[in-house]
């Protein structure tokens, strides 16, 4: 058995540090940080990565999120209390947009893959139901497809929350195209990490024209397009929306632009550190359970999760290890915020109590995986 050599953390983003910093070098030397320069380049990369048609870089996925549902509902003429179906076992962000716009979250269950159960989400439609909001869990794109046709069947907008999908695609291409609109996050511990920053990215550009609007106080120009266009009254701008200060800056797009380039490498090194894993946890399907991913889904690996009996236990101990592991998620109805659903969802109850993240990042080696993998089965065999 291998030996600890140190602390073994969930997370820890690796940055290619020299050229993000000439990146921001760039920035500071013509003293520009803000929205526009990087921004601009960077939407326009991920444009070509995904194949998206809209790219709107902003601070945050959640500032996406909160701009997804408020265009929608205003734009598609939905009423207060309209009902959006979503996850319970996600970030509560994901979930936090739709009362913050009005909206009603009525919660469906997942399945095996973590992500929503498509036989769930189809009986919670009502005639109040306009939206249904879908998490790639951990980069799984579970049964997506399903879920894309029971939004066209129905008439029903979809969101995609791809804040664990950079890099995930379905049958060897980028998922989106069929959204109403996708929202990603390049938060710190995310696969392409910055600090903090996001994408909102419309079907229509009409929708595209109004976020960019809404995400600068619903100001009609960015401030760099109105410097860098000779003319007059440059400085006069309308305000048509009461908006608010989403946008991204300069700063973090340089570091986007440069993760961007590391992305697939650096998935196909975590797809190599799962597949480690599952070497081990094979030969315990009992004791260890895993997530399923469909076959035409190549995700993102975002996370590696297990469920396992005696999870809280097992944390612990992982931790007197010097391993430190992660719960994504506790299932939201768990929250009194959204408790008025608590008992609606069980396999997502089950899935809180027994998930665990096993430490999945690219300063990892084989043997940093082994001795996670080697002290989880220990574990879990002493039950
Ligand atoms: C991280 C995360 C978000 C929020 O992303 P931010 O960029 O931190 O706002 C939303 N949804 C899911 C599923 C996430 O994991």
Redesign the pocket.
């Known amino acids: 058995m291998s030996e600890k050599q140190h602390d073994i953390q969930l997370f820890c983003a690796t940055y290619n540090v020299d050229e993000c910093l000439e990146e921001i070098r760039e920035c500071l030397e013509c003293g520009w940080t803000g929205m526009g320069f990087k921004t601009v380049a960077f939407e326009n990369k991920w444009k070509e990565y995904t194949g998206l048609n809209n790219a709107y870089y902003l601070n945050?996925?959640?500032?996406?999120?909160n701009m997804a549902l408020d265009i929608l509902k205003a734009e598609e003429g939905w009423e207060d209390g309209d009902e959006v179906i979503t996850t319970p076992l996600?970030?509560v962000?994901?979930n936090h947009c739709i009362p913050l716009a009005g909206l009603s979250a009525v919660f469906a269950d997942i399945d095996d893959t973590n992500c929503l159960d498509p036989k769930s989400v189809a009986e919670r439609i009502t005639d109040k139901t306009k939206a249904i909001i879908y998490?790639g869990?951990g980069g799984n794109a579970g049964h997506y497809e399903d879920i894309v046709k029971i939004c066209e069947d129905n008439n029903i907008k979809l969101i995609l929350?791809a804040?664990?999908m950079a890099g995930t695609r379905i049958n060897g291409v980028i998922p989106g195209k069929e959204a109403d609109v996708v929202?990603y996050?390049?938060?710190a511990?995310?696969n392409l990490p910055t600090a903090?920053?996001?994408m909102l990215c419309f079907k229509k550009d009409e929708y595209d024209a109004i976020a960019r609007k809404k995400g600068w106080l619903g100001i009609s120009k960015d401030t760099y397009a109105r410097t860098v266009n000779a003319g007059n009254y440059k400085w006069k701008y309308d305000v048509e929306y009461v908006g608010q200060k989403y946008h991204g800056n300069s700063i973090m797009a340089s570091i986007a632009l440069v993760q961007l380039k590391y992305l697939d490498r650096d998935n196909a090194y975590r797809k190599q550190m799962c597949s480690w894993y599952r070497e081990h946890f094979n030969k315990y399907p009992e004791l260890i359970k895993l997530i399923t991913i469909p076959e035409n889904c190549d995700s993102s690996c975002h996370l590696f999760q297990i469920l396992v009996e005696n999870r809280d236990e097992m944390m612990l101990a992982l931790n007197a290890a010097g391993i430190f592991p992660g719960v994504?998620y506790t299932e939201n109805t768990m929250y009194r915020m959204y408790s008025y659903a608590h008992g609606s969802c069980p396999r997502a109850e089950y899935v809180s109590d027994h998930v665990i993240s096993l430490p999945l990042h690219l300063r990892l080696t084989k043997e940093d995986i082994d001795y996670v993998a080697e002290q989880v089965i220990k574990i879990a065999l002493k039950k």
């Open positions: 945050s996925a959640t500032a996406g999120l996600t970030f962000s994901t998490v869990m929350d804040s664990h929202i996050s390049y938060q511990v995310k903090d920053s996001g994504h």
